[in-house]
């Protein structure tokens, strides 16, 4: 393909100036285009994945009671059991898991 014939119908003619590096710019664009088109794919496909797996796992976990976001419980009495809860005196209904000083004795 490089060769000349010994033809006279197949002479080399010289090159405008800026051929050669048009046809490697040309050349260069043709095999990095799909090239990056397939790392561009490959990334969006994958934030997309993570997307939606965030989006799924969000709101994965126990429901608070619909309009009670505390689950029951005001500032007020949060702050009247304090000491008590510090205490560990609490009875089992105000949620002291471990009961009063006098159960954990007996």
């Known amino acids: 393909m490089n060769r000349q014939d010994k033809n006279p119908e197949h002479v080399w003619h010289p090159c405008a ?8 710019r040309q050349q260069l664009a043709k095999r ?4 990056a088109m397939w790392r561009g794919s490959a990334v969006l496909l994958t934030l997309l994945v993570m ?8 709101n994965v976990g126990p429901a608070a009671p619909a309009g009670d976001p505390l689950g029951g419980v005001t500032c007020q009495q949060v702050q009247d059991h304090l000491p008590k809860s510090k205490l560990q005196v609490l009875e089992p209904a105000m949620g002291n898991e471990k009961g009063s000083g006098a159960e954990k004795e007996a």
Do not use: K, R, V
Not at 17 to 24: C, E, K, N, V
Not at 51 to 58: C, I, N, P, V
């Open 32 to 35: 990095t285009l799909p090239a």
């Open 51 to 58: 997307g939606l797996g965030w989006h799924l796992t969000a």
């Open 17 to 24: 100036p800026g051929t050669i590096g048009q046809l490697h």
